[in-house]
């Protein structure tokens, strides 16, 4: 797989850096393989939910950070001893899922439900972000 290099796009845009940052980060390759398998449901225009497939673990083996626009997930099992698996098709291995948020939005709440972990998500634009209109001829601004 071919490779793209941003450097030469950094000395010509102003303010782009972490743009790029972005772009270049998913174009990696995703070191989780796509395990645990995820939906993201978008329930009205300021709310999300992120449904991940966690069949195996239990509360206290999975962890949850928001550190600034990014979402980590990471599930941790302990080595169980002296079984002997004739077959294992259930995977039980460690993982580590990242999601780049958007600006405002932050987590506001998970649970988990039938093998199923629920993030829920929430964006919460600043009152000075949110458009306002202008009448045409007057001083008076009209919220919008």
């Given at each position: 797989?071919?490779?793209?290099?941003?450097?030469?796009?950094?000395?010509?845009?102003?303010?782009?850096?972490?743009?790029?940052?972005?772009?270049?980060?998913?174009?990696?390759?995703?070191?989780s393989?796509?395990?645990?398998?995820?939906?993201?449901?978008?329930?009205?225009?300021?709310?999300?939910?992120i449904?991940?497939?966690?069949?195996?673990?239990?509360?206290?083996?999975?962890?949850?950070?928001?550190?600034?626009?990014?979402?980590?997930?990471?599930?941790?099992?302990?080595?169980?001893e002296?079984?002997?698996?004739?077959?294992?098709?259930?995977?039980?291995?460690?993982?580590?899922?990242?999601?780049?948020?958007?600006?405002?939005?932050?987590?506001v709440?998970?649970?988990?439900?039938?093998?199923?972990?629920?993030?829920?998500?929430?964006?919460?634009?600043?009152?000075?972000?949110?458009?306002?209109?202008?009448?045409?001829?007057?001083?008076?601004?009209?919220?919008?």
């Amino acid at each position: 797989m071919r490779t793209v290099d941003f450097t030469p796009l950094y000395r010509n845009a102003i303010g782009f850096d972490r743009l790029f940052n972005m772009m270049e980060a998913n174009t990696a390759k995703n070191s989780s393989g796509g395990y645990p398998p995820y939906n993201i449901e978008q329930q009205d225009e300021n709310h999300f939910r992120i449904t991940m497939a966690v069949a195996g673990f239990a509360e206290e083996q999975l962890d949850l950070t928001q550190k600034e626009n990014l979402l980590i997930v990471k599930g941790e099992r302990k080595a169980e001893e002296g079984k002997n698996y004739v077959y294992q098709g259930i995977a039980e291995r460690d993982f580590e899922r990242k999601f780049q948020l958007a600006d405002y939005v932050k987590v506001v709440g998970a649970s988990m439900e039938n093998g199923l972990l629920h993030v829920d998500l929430e964006r919460e634009i600043p009152e000075a972000m949110k458009p306002r209109k202008i009448e045409i001829g007057g001083n008076k601004l009209i919220e919008g």
